[in-house]
């Protein structure tokens, strides 16, 4: 089933030149109908959000709403039903660009208890009023629809019947990765949903007790059994509780179920290259009033813009307590879109191969400022893998730069000739955008299909050789205030900015939310960096160096985990290109240092947000018992 909920107003797209919107600023998203503990982008038209089996208002085939897509253009979601609890659980991509989700918790019912018909192992089977299935061992695919397509058609529904398709283990935060043959490897997790290990010491740290899922398996079976961080909270740990083992009465809890408190509301930029002190930055950011917790999320649109929603510190649907679930959607929209044009690249394929012959993109004249040779050299084009958002890390989630060289035109066009991707360990088969960024700001996002489409071992050619560069003799502005017939060839049969040489390899990221448990995985592949000799204004958001931007977790009383975040497409060779990005420390006062120690006391006390630096709600200016 699929119901139309109406929302908000359309979201103008961002092409050249730049829609009106405010950098820096957040925007109105509308009603996300589900709270988005889990979100992954479709298409360039749909956003797929997930949550937990519970109370949701809005409704579905008869029961609570646990899953809903939003439109990109219209910001309106549209309940989707899924069968099965889906709490806590993790999702990849497949090569033809559907997605696939793993594994969940029990069945449960009003107030997060166990469903009211048990497995023979004591856990919920199903329940009567909120209607879901047992998820621990489901795997649940769709594919994903644009509005050209029939969305009451089963082909555009998740398919999520356990007793057809399941995995072999039950698994309640497992990891799931893809594999260069496009199949999924399923790591870990627990066998039901609700265990949390706070007990010192720990004495059986591999199996918990027989709580721990500590094997792996495939799907499918084989045989073989800077970033922009978002959201996060001062204070305490991911997760909610009706009392801790300092705060015995859930009447004494000061935020309702809360484990995490002092919500951070002005997203940051780190840089890891600036001098120690200086790597976050959130000059001219707004700050939202929506407290983003446990259980929210974050992740790139095609336009380079960041969706955030979700938060629920609460074992069911609470609106009234302090943090409570959380429907209202955001919009952030990054430095960048200051700029007064934007690339407006045409030629965009739909598939990237890996290897074999590469491709050209052509940029008109009005796609950039200043010259046409110095916007040429500080061109990029790369594909950006948003991943499957949830819990403070985006399982899938790639940034790779593929190699280009330039063609300046005497119009002040510049052809752009791009090499394909390089080979499926790098970048894995599947959905990915293409973006083009020029002086730190980047086009739309085209959503291509990496590799064959298809599950199995992928072809790949050998690298093409591409054209040098070819640059104007006399430099060509935007607007054609000078022009030359003769054209001067780059010794460097290099890229264009950056690229000379090698690729900028896969940077898997975080991309998600919770309280207080969030990480940064970055891998970024070496390559050669030719700097321009232009000077040029820059909108790139890395606080004045190079480096991908990957999710990374400030601190706060030694570590501060939590983080929401989110790769965008951005320049990453030349140190001269800046958004004028602020110099100010943000550690003093704030969540964001450059360094943290670690916790080091030894017991369970040091994770409970009541026991230090825990402000009571009294001490929240202006928003007495609640944050909203």
């Known amino acids: 089933m699929f119901s139309t909920f109406p929302l908000l107003a359309l979201l103008a797209s961002a092409s050249s030149p730049v829609s009106a919107v405010n950098a820096g600023s957040f925007a109105d998203g509308g009603n996300t109908l589900v709270s988005a503990m889990m979100m992954f982008l479709g298409n360039e038209e749909k956003v797929y959000m997930l949550d937990k089996a519970e109370g949701n208002a809005a409704t579905v085939a008869g029961h609570p709403a646990w899953g809903s897509v939003w439109d990109i253009a219209s910001r309106q979601a549209n309940v989707m039903d899924v069968r099965t609890n889906v709490f806590c659980a993790s999702g990849m991509h497949l090569p033809n660009g559907s997605w696939v989700t793993f594994g969940g918790n029990g069945a449960v019912g009003r107030g997060g208890g166990i469903g009211s018909q048990k497995s023979p192992s004591g856990n919920g089977a199903w329940d009567a009023e909120y209607q879901d299935f047992d998820g621990s061992r489901a795997i649940r695919i769709l594919n994903p629809c ?83 961080v978002v959201n996060g909270g001062l204070n305490g740990t991911a997760g909610y509780a009706t009392e801790t083992g300092q705060t015995a009465l859930y009447g004494d809890m000061p935020f309702g179920m809360s484990l995490a408190s002092g919500p951070v509301g002005t997203p940051a930029i780190y ?47 609470n609106t009234s307590t302090f943090f409570p679930t959380e429907y209202r959607a955001e919009i952030f929209y990054p430095p960048y879109f200051s700029a007064p044009t934007r690339p407006a690249p045409s030629g965009m394929p739909k598939t990237i191969s890996y290897g074999g012959a590469y491709f050209d993109l052509t ?119 000078s022009s030359s017939n003769s054209n001067q060839t780059s010794k460097d049969n290099g890229a264009s900015g950056s690229p000379t040489g090698a690729i900028v390899g896969g940077v ?121």
Not at 285 to 295: C, G, M, N
Not at 402 to 425: E, K, M, R, Y
Request: net charge negative; hydrophobic share 35%.
């Open 363 to 481: 940029i008109p004249k009005s796609s950039y400022t200043g010259t046409a040779n110095a916007a040429a050299a500080n061109t990029t084009v790369s594909l950006v893998r948003g991943g499957f958002t949830t819990h403070a890390m985006n399982m899938g989630q790639r940034y790779v730069q593929l190699n280009n060289t330039f063609t300046v035109n005497n119009d002040g066009s510049i052809t752009l000739h791009v090499a394909q991707a390089p080979n499926p360990n790098v970048l894995q088969p599947g959905p990915a955008l293409l973006f083009v960024t020029i002086n730190g700001i980047p086009s739309n996002g085209t959503m291509v299909i990496v590799g064959s489409g298809a599950m199995g071992v992928q072809p790949t050619s050998p690298a093409s050789e591409l054209p040098p560069s070819v640059t104007l003799s006399i430099t060509q502005s935007s607007d054609g205030s």
């Open 146 to 228: 644009t509005d050209s397509d029939n969305f009451a058609s089963t082909d555009c529904q998740w398919f999520d019947d356990p007793s057809l398709l399941a995995m072999q283990k039950q698994r309640w935060y497992s990891t799931a990765e893809a594999l260069a043959d496009g199949s999924i490897v399923l790591i870990g997790g627990f066998v039901n949903g609700g265990y949390i290990n706070r007990n010192y010491p720990n004495t059986d740290p591999q199996f918990e007790g027989g709580a721990a899922e500590n094997t792996y398996e495939f799907y499918p079976a084989n045989g073989h059994a800077t970033m922009l």
């Open 508 to 628: 898997v990221g975080v991309i998600a939310v919770i309280g207080l448990l969030g990480a940064l995985l970055g891998l970024l592949l070496a390559r050669r960096r030719r700097r321009t000799a232009d000077s040029t204004t820059s909108y790139a958001m890395t606080g004045g160096g190079p480096g991908a931007p990957a999710l990374a977790a400030g601190t706060h009383r030694g570590l501060r985990n939590s983080d929401s975040s989110a790769f965008v497409p951005l320049q990453h060779d030349n140190h001269n290109d800046a958004w004028n990005g602020s110099t100010v420390n943000l550690a003093l006062g704030s969540p964001y240092k450059d360094d943290g120690g670690f916790r080091t006391a030894s017991s369970d006390s040091v994770w409970d947000s009541y026991v230090m630096n825990s402000p009571s709600p009294r001490s929240v200016p202006g928003h007495g018992g609640r944050y909203s």
């Open 271 to 317: 840089n890891p290259n600036a001098p120690k002190g200086q790597r976050w930055s959130n000059t001219g950011f707004d700050t939202s009033s929506i407290a983003r917790l446990y259980h929210s999320s974050a992740i790139l649109l095609p336009d380079a813009s960041v969706l955030i929603a979700g938060s629920n510190p609460n074992v069911d649907v």
